[in-house]
């Protein structure tokens, strides 16, 4: 089994708390997934995060490859409620002690009037294992977001969740994750392999 993680690429409006703002891909950003996806692994399924950066070029890829696309909502980036839309810049300005909290320890405080960590973190893990429990001749790809991904590299690295902020997950970038006779190895977007555990 192979399952690959596929963050969607740059979006309209540049880098802000977009969670649940349904933004469009630019083209270079869908260039970007185009270009991680370019490798030797011949998916045979997909599903996607419903939200239009992830579903344009998972519709596309779809359709070209004669695959199988599911839809689902479990895989949407954590809902920011209050910096829902706004740049990192602008949240610090207003409430720094806030953001730095939030960084600091995600599951002790979420953003004002956003989706709750651990809400977030349980429902990707919940996705995470229903699509590991799938065929284990698979090889799927999972089109989805930056948050998402680091929830479940910390899930399989059994890291805190502290530690979220120490992967960076670049738009456009592929995490395969490759299961073998009990074995797991996270091949990253730059090139290198670790070792995860079986959770």
Known sequence: MIIGLLRHGEVEGGVRFRGST??????????????????????????????????KFANMYAKQYSLPLTLDARLQEMHFGKWEGRTVAEVFEDSPDELGRFWENPEKHSSPEG???????DRVINVWNDIRAGDTDQRLLVVTHGGVIRIILCHLLVQSYKKLQDFE???????????NNGDIEIHTAEGKIMRAQNV
């Not at 891909?25 to 995060?49: R, V």
Request: charged residues 15%.
């Open 22 to 55: 349904d933004d469009a891909l630019t083209p270079k950003g869908f260039s970007q997934m185009q270009a991680s996806t370019n490798n030797d692994i011949c998916w045979n399924k997909l599903i996607s995060s419903p939200l239009v950066r992830c579903t």
């Open 115 to 121: 989706e709750n960590f651990n809400h977030f973190k």
């Open 169 to 179: 997950v670049k738009y456009g970038s592929l995490y395969n994750i490759h299961f």
